[in-house]
């Protein structure tokens, strides 16, 4: 056979596969938007600094060096201040994650600026690691800045400064790991649900498995909760064994509780399992079902606080961000392991996975209910 015969029927199959692709449209356009999602969420989260992170301000001094310190610091395009009464104010905000750090000017602060040290009080929230040494290296930089011009004598140069004493309400030995980890997980079930789910009952269409359970006296009720009961069963264990090896091999502290924690990883595995109806039902084949699948589960992580935090992206995919089921899934993992927080005090997250577990799996039973 010569090389004429090869390319003839080479391009008989390539015919024949462009032909198949031709008939399922949407795969190409998943294939084709996928990448470009991808590119767009790390170019625009990574792309530069966090700007506007809202930041309380305490300034108990209240003169003329406070006020020219707080211009300043309100002249920085990257933080955000709100003048605030007292520190127990400040606090309950920073609890309520509206603000994301404090900074206090003493008594004082005036008096020995130029002179000797002035202090400045910076409390940080450490389960916000991106955010927390972002706000840390911009409050450096100014008061660093500031101190030099505002130095009165040339033989206090170099002791006349103004120190940034740090602390932290949460998390103060955290890591970056200590920030990922709660959300890798959160991604691992999102991940390892959905394409378990496409095994599930797409290879099974297509090995034509169910066709024979559907033959069955089996209601599509019963089918629907066998397959739910199994999913259960395979994927609440899964994440058991990859939450203890993650904080294993990590060396992650969990301050909260465990059982906190496996709770949210329920609600989380319901909603994809609802979500993994919700596509397979009308999927033929795996080859459909991957790429449908991936921009479900892949760019949400990027946008949903997993990796980078949410304040990083652009203003409509941060607000697009608290649609999505994963933002609240790493935001309730993190919030137990990094502050100890208990389930009434992760209540708005709760709430929201449940109304969501709800809403998938009707969804993927009025989906399946119709498909089969």
Do not use: C
């Amino acid at each position: 056979m010569g090389i004429r015969e090869d390319f003839r029927h080479a391009k008989t199959i390539a015919k024949k596969d462009l032909r198949e692709l031709s008939k399922v449209p949407h795969i190409y356009v998943a294939l084709t938007l996928f990448p470009l999602i991808m590119v767009s969420i790390i170019a625009w989260g990574f792309g530069g600094d966090i700007d506007h992170i809202k930041v309380g301000l305490v300034d108990e001094d209240k003169t003329i060096a406070s006020i020219e310190f707080t211009e300043e610091l309100q002249a920085s395009k990257t933080l955000d201040l709100i003048e605030l009464n007292g520190l127990h104010q400040a606090r309950k905000l920073l609890e309520e994650e509206k603000i994301f750090g404090i900074i206090v000017l003493p008594e004082g602060f005036g008096n020995n600026l130029g002179v000797s040290q002035s202090k400045v009080l910076l409390y940080l929230d450490g389960t916000q690691y991106t955010v927390m040494n972002i706000i840390s290296r911009k409050v450096d930089e100014i008061s660093g800045r500031y101190s030099i011009s505002v130095v009165k004598y040339p033989e206090t140069k170099n002791k006349a400064s103004i120190v940034v004493e740090k602390d932290y309400f949460y998390g103060g030995n955290t890591e970056y790991l200590d920030f990922i980890i709660p959300g890798g997980i959160a991604f691992a079930i999102a991940v390892g649900v959905m394409f378990r789910m496409g095994d599930t009952i797409v290879r099974e269409r297509e090995r034509g498995t169910i066709q024979r359970i559907l033959i069955t006296p089996a209601t599509d009720r019963a089918i629907i909760m066998g397959k739910t009961l199994s999913s259960l069963a395979i994927d609440v264990p899964r994440a058991f064994i990859v939450t203890i090896l993650a904080f294993s091999i990590f060396n992650i502290y969990l301050r909260g509780s465990f059982i906190s924690l496996m709770i949210i990883e329920i609600l989380a595995i319901l909603i994809f399992i609802g979500l993994g109806f919700l596509i397979s039902s009308r999927i033929t084949s795996m080859a459909e079902y991957i790429p449908i699948a991936m921009p479900l589960t892949v760019p949400p992580a990027f946008i949903s606080g997993v990796f980078f935090p949410i304040e990083a992206l652009p203003w409509i995919l941060n607000k697009f961000a608290y649609l999505l089921p994963l933002t609240y899934v790493a935001h309730a993992l993190r919030l137990i392991t990094i502050k100890g927080y208990g389930l009434t005090q992760i209540s708005t997250d709760i709430v929201a996975l449940t109304i969501y577990a709800i809403i998938a799996m009707a969804l993927g039973t009025i989906s399946f209910q119709r498909e089969v």
